[in-house]
C-alpha cells in the first residue's frame, strides 16, 4: 500500500463517499461544525490566506429565503437538510494577511491591494477551503450534498454582501437510506497524468 492513511479512511473521505441527497432528521451540532473547521483551517492556501466565509442556515425563516434561490431539482433536499451551509468567498481576506502571514505583513497592499487581483485569489483559495470543508464533514462522519444549482447573485443579495461572493451551498447530514445515486466514473490514472 502506497498510502498511509489505512483503507476504512481511505473509504470514509473517498472511496465511500458520495454526493448525499437525502438525509435523517438527526441534527448537526454547532460542535461538530466546529470541530470540522478546526480540522479543515488547516489544509493550504496561497500565503496561507483564509478567504472561505460559512453561513449556517439553520432558522426556519432563513431556510425559506435560501430555498427560493435553488434550483427546482434542489429545492426539497434543501428544505429537508437537518443544517445547510453557504460557502463564499471573502474578497476583503487581505485585511487579515499581517495576522496570517506574519513574515511578509506588506503583501496586504503590495500584492493584494487592486480589487480585481483579490477576487481572483479569494476564489481560488476559497474553492479551495470549500473543498476541504466537505472532506471535513465526510471525517466527521457526516455527508455533504454540495449544490452550485442556485441564484448565486440571489443568494449574494438575501445573504452575503458585495464583498462576499458565494460559491456553493452544502446540505450536511447523516445519510438517509436513498442518499446515494449510483456513483458516476471517473477518470483513469493514464487519462489525467503525463510525465514530461
Known amino acids: ?14 472511496r465511500e463517499a458520495r454526493t448525499a441527497n437525502a438525509f435523517t432528521d438527526e441534527p448537526v451540532t454547532d460542535e461538530q461544525v466546529r470541530a470540522i473547521y478546526d480540522l ?9 490566506q483564509s ?11 432563513a431556510r425559506e429565503r435560501l430555498v427560493r434561490h435553488m434550483a ?35 503583501a ?3 500584492v493584494f491591494g487592486e480589487r480585481p487581483v483579490r477576487e481572483s485569489s479569494a476564489a481560488l483559495n476559497a474553492a479551495l477551503q470549500a473543498a476541504y470543508f466537505i472532506i471535513g464533514v465526510r471525517a466527521a462522519g457526516l455527508a455533504a450534498g454540495p449544490m452550485t444549482g442556485c441564484d448565486m447573485e440571489g443568494l449574494r443579495k438575501e445573504f452575503l454582501d458585495d464583498d462576499h461572493t458565494p460559491l456553493m451551498v452544502v446540505n450536511i447530514g447523516r445519510p438517509g437510506p436513498d ?7 471517473r477518470l483513469d490514472y493514464e487519462q489525467v497524468v503525463t510525465t514530461v
Open 179 to 185: 442518499a446515494w445515486f449510483p456513483r458516476s466514473p
Open 108 to 110: 496586504k497592499d503590495a
Open 1 to 14: 500500500m502506497s498510502l498511509v492513511l489505512d483503507s476504512a479512511a481511505q473509504d470514509l473521505l473517498f
Open 51 to 61: 478567504p472561505l466565509r460559512v453561513t449556517l442556515v439553520r432558522s426556519p425563516e
Open 40 to 48: 479543515v483551517k488547516y489544509g493550504p492556501t496561497s500565503m496561507n
Open 72 to 106: 427546482e431539482g434542489n429545492r426539497s433536499k434543501t428544505a429537508a437538510a437537518p443544517l445547510v451551509a453557504i460557502l463564499s468567498a471573502d474578497n476583503e481576506f487581505h485585511e487579515e494577511l499581517p495576522q496570517l502571514f506574519p513574515h511578509f505583513p506588506q
